[in-house]
């Protein structure tokens, strides 16, 4: 089990994905054009469904990317590598949606109302700072109507036994905390609702800990639908989930069909089967959602090693962090170097283990320098106090940068829509 709301130290990512059913990246590769940094590198190491989104971006189809931030502390790096990801596919021709979880971070981690929106609103200044498009859908989760009716709908398919299954739920959990599964997986499916456009492929990027959200998303996506297609020789057998009447409109459809009381047979193309019934089935008043496609990328450790916490300033870097304190913090970090220096310089530094060349390969060096560096290192011919410094240099020329975009995007808020 993953508990979203409370991650444990290491994490075993091999035995995520056989347990859970998540792909890995890196096939992927070759069929994506100019991939973006994390992915070349195996940060983001796992995938559902993302030959979809791969799909849309090479032929120029409409999708989307949604991610959510959960404002609870301030964004930090790891909350950077999501932004940059939804970044990457909007520039890619993907339609950006970022939520703000203020239900969440009130139900779970009773923040007030007013400290949610001020903590989600240095969310909205860093990644419109990154780069985000000015026709992105924004929002906060108790503002947005379309999220919360889509919650509620999405709940009459979810029962007890289920969120017990995935999350571990007891009889302690609270009722709105239970409700924050559904308004996560309104979130997830809010871009493919008629408003925007209707259905379409929405890819989610996150840290694996948010994959029992997208089981249950990819899920719902297909039970609340009217029809559901099960694949026969020749074509599908679609059945009504909402009543058999609904049964009646497809023999209209051009394909050859065996009618029976409980279902209907259509012989033909199956791609073509499936997009004339998610036709049909807008028509008369459903979602027909497409199962929603998700990247996973690895979590970033502690600035001391082992896991970033909120409560512990000093193992996290802050966007918002002054950069000479971000500085000292990297002069501080864990590092795969050896006891002594002469030893070093024999048997070389542990990049794998060391946290600044994780920060290196996730946010700071481009393919040429994280290359020579991770030869420098390996070779011994860069000791860990040297490589500290430029890791600082980097970090603090960075943020300086970052702070001042983030400054300039505040005067510029009025040019996105944000449900506030
Ligand atoms: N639960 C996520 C977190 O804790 C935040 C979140 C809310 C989210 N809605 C989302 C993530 C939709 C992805 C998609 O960080
Ligand atoms: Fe890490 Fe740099 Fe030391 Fe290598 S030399 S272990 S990359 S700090």
């Not at 969310?123 to 780069?131: E, P, Q, R, S, T």
């Not at 916490?309 to 918002?320: A, G, T």
């Amino acid at each position: 089990m993953i508990d979203p709301w409370d991650v444990g130290g290491e994490i075993d990512y091999a035995k995520l994905m056989k347990e859970f059913g998540i792909e890995p990246f890196q096939p992927l590769l070759e069929r994506i054009e100019d991939p973006m940094h994390l992915m070349k590198r195996g940060v983001i190491f796992g995938h559902r469904d993302y030959e979809r989104i791969i799909d849309a971006i090479n032929n120029h189809k409409p999708f989307a990317v949604m991610s959510g931030f959960m404002p609870s502390g301030l964004p930090h790096f790891g909350h950077k590598m999501t932004m940059d990801e939804i970044v990457w596919h909007n520039r890619k021709g993907g339609m950006a949606f970022v939520g703000i979880a203020d239900m969440e971070a009130h139900a779970v981690r009773n923040l007030s109302w007013e400290k949610t929106r001020e903590i989600g609103m240095s969310y909205i200044k860093a990644i419109i700072a990154l780069g985000l498009e000015t026709n992105s859908v924004i929002y906060f989760q108790s503002s947005n109507e379309r999220v919360k009716d889509l919650a509620f709908e999405l709940g009459e398919e979810v029962n007890w036994s289920e969120l017990k299954a995935i999350y571990g739920f007891d009889g302690e959990t609270t009722l709105a905390k239970m409700f924050a599964t559904s308004i996560q997986a309104g979130d997830i499916l809010l871009p493919q609702l008629k408003f925007y456009g209707g259905p379409k492929p929405t890819v989610v990027p996150v840290g694996a800990d948010q994959d029992p959200h997208l089981r249950l998303t990819r899920d719902l996506s297909s039970r609340i639908s009217i029809f559901a297609l099960e694949e026969i020789d020749g074509g599908y057998r679609v059945r009504s989930r909402k009543g058999n009447s609904f049964l009646t409109h497809l023999g209209n459809l051009d394909f050859d069909a065996k009618i029976y009381d409980e279902h209907v047979d259509l012989f033909g193309e199956k791609s073509e089967i499936e997009s004339k019934i998610r036709e049909l089935e807008l028509e008369i008043g459903g979602y027909a959602f497409i199962p929603p496609s998700s990247t996973y990328h690895r979590f970033i450790t502690g600035l001391q090693g082992g896991k970033m916490s909120s409560s512990k300033p000093e193992s996290f870097i802050s966007l918002f962090d002054k950069p000479s304190e971000a500085g000292k913090k990297v002069m501080k970090a864990l590092t795969g170097g050896r006891a002594t220096a002469e030893e070093q310089r024999k048997l070389g530094g542990q990049p794998e283990r060391c946290v600044v060349f994780e920060l290196y390969t996730i946010h700071l060096l481009d393919d040429k320098e994280l290359e020579r560096m991770e030869r420098d290192c390996r070779g011994g011919a860069i000791l860990c106090g040297e490589c500290k410094k430029l890791a600082t240099e980097r970090v603090e020329i960075f943020l300086k940068e970052l702070q001042e975009r983030m400054e300039e995007a505040e005067g510029r808020l009025d040019m996105y829509t944000i449900l506030m």
